[in-house]
């Protein structure tokens, strides 16, 4: 028996706008694909808020005992600057500003990205493809496209018929726009433009002598169209329908959309069942951007080296923000956030070591499997991770109501709720239990701070061994100070 037996889990499918009952095509077995990094430059954290979101939907999925293949490709060719038609690749780019072999480029930020992952605790995907691992089968689906009527060549490049296709099938159903909108919309064509009509967009390009991405094909040497390696590794190893395709919700349109066309061109079908997509990370108010300051590393968080935020924060402090709001929803990241983050994850932390010391006795207040049931219903309600938090505090109260002598639990309902709470904060939500409850992060930031000060009594008799001495033990041990206007700080 498996839990997915007894739970009825609900998926919001952005194809159909409505929450559907979920049911896999096959009884018990999953297949995902997830649209991955592009890997030219540091993973954004509002990338890892999506990324995030969809280890916590694979890792309930597994919880409740299907068998999951998740696929999440590393983009390592083909995406344009300015996700534009024309133009530089970007990582081609970077590695003509940085004078690196485009493979170094690719090398150096996927160690990055899997690093930042990583240190959130992301489960591994299931297969991790990459797109220059899989030009002949992006040529192969090109082929077909082309043979059934849909695509045309120009000049050494392969363009889709957009149009052509619209006649059969149907342009924008996911983004829910009209092709005859969109035409009305745009623009007359440049006069040098190769492509029949501005919606058309490119399965293959052909590579000007300068590109240094290049690969022979029947067109000439190229380079493959963005929106292609997902329909050709998606398709590769979850066959040509399977159960949900994820990704960010700018991705939606065009990239989702020229998916479904390629796929739906080259199987004469709709190649996903659910559509599912997360939205984004604002912080104070505004959208991360590089260009206008507002934007900040994962990896700065965790150190506190930034300009924007009061200290430091742990990964799983601000794994915990992220799973407070619903995927669906646009979430504001804040110090004020953080620290609220902070202090409720280690109320959390707290409630297990008191659970664990609770005295039973021979009746329950409160009703344990009610509301395990309850976690569970917020859980197979879209993914509703606020709802379960909201649900996890309610146990933290009749906890420390047990502790009080106000009210009383069995041995039974103790290990229940043991289990119930460790699956639901550890296996599910994904969080880690890291430098002990929040009692012994408030004796150790004392004692540093101890030692803050005596580095400072040292400094200001000019003892500067003294002051060096303690600077460099602590670093060794991982603990970084910060000297800046308003005193010292410190990070682990
Ligand atoms: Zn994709």
């Not at 342009?171 to 623009?187: F, H, P, Q």
């Not at 012994?440 to 004392?446: E, V, Y």
Request: proline letters at 3%; a negative charge; hydrophobic letters at 35%.
């Amino acid at each position: 028996m498996h839990l997915y037996q007894n739970q009825q889990l609900k998926i919001y499918n952005s194809l159909s706008g409505k929450k559907e009952i979920f049911e896999p095509l096959n009884e018990g077995h999953i297949g995902m694909y997830v649209c991955g990094p592009t890997v030219y430059s540091n993973v954004h954290l509002g990338n890892c808020r999506t990324f995030m979101s969809f280890d916590m939907i694979f890792r309930y999925l597994r919880h409740l005992g299907y068998k999951v293949r998740y696929v999440r490709n590393i983009t390592d060719a083909g995406h344009l600057v300015d996700d534009a038609e024309d133009g530089e690749d970007k990582i081609a780019k970077k590695a003509r500003l940085e004078q690196l072999e485009p493979m170094e480029v690719v090398q150096r930020y996927t160690i990055d990205f899997h690093n930042i992952l990583e240190q959130f605790n992301f489960l591994p995907p299931s297969i991790e493809p990459t797109a220059t691992g899989h030009i002949i089968e992006q040529i192969e689906i090109i082929k077909d496209i082309l043979k059934k009527g849909f695509a045309y060549e120009v000049n050494g490049s392969v363009y889709f018929d957009v149009s052509k296709f619209n006649d059969s099938y149907e342009y924008g159903k996911l983004s829910g726009r009209k092709l005859e909108d969109m035409i009305a919309n745009t623009r007359e064509l440049a006069g040098q433009d190769e492509k029949k009509s501005p919606q058309d967009f490119a399965l293959w390009k052909k590579a000007e002598p300068q590109h240094i991405m290049r690969w022979p094909s029947p067109w000439g040497d190229g380079f493959p169209g963005w929106h292609l390696e997902c329909t050709a590794m998606s398709t590769k190893y979850l066959g040509e329908t399977f159960d949900i395709h994820g990704g960010g919700m700018d991705l939606k349109f065009p990239h989702h959309e020229c998916e479904i066309a390629q796929a739906e061109a080259c199987y004469g079908h709709s190649p996903v069942r659910y559509w599912m997509h997360a939205n984004m990370l604002t912080m104070n108010g505004k959208k991360m951007a590089k260009s206008t300051g507002n934007n900040i590393l994962p990896g700065d968080i965790f150190t506190g080296e930034n300009d924007i935020l009061s200290k430091a924060f742990s990964p799983s402090v601000v794994r915990f923000f992220m799973m407070q709001a619903h995927y669906t929803s646009i979430l504001d990241l804040s110090n004020d956030a953080l620290l609220a983050s902070e202090k409720g994850f280690g109320r959390l932390m707290d409630t297990l070591s008191t659970l664990e010391a609770l005295e039973t006795g021979i009746s329950s207040d409160f009703d344990v499997e009610a509301w395990k049931q309850q976690c569970y219903d917020a859980m197979n309600d879209d993914f509703n991770t606020p709802i379960l938090i909201a649900n996890l505090f309610e146990a933290v109260k009749h906890v420390n109501l047990i502790k009080e002598g106000k009210e009383s639990i069995t041995a039974g309902d103790k290990e229940t709720l043991t289990q119930s709470l460790n699956a639901f904060i550890f296996d599910i939500l994904g969080l880690e239990q890291k430098g002990g409850t929040s009692e012994d992060a408030g004796k150790l930031s004392g004692v540093v701070e101890l030692l803050i000060q005596l580095r400072k009594d040292a400094r200001e008799n000019k003892d500067f061994a003294t002051s060096d001495k303690i600077r460099d033990q602590l670093a060794e041990l991982g603990i970084q100070l910060k000297d800046g206007k308003e005193g010292t700080t410190f990070s682990i």
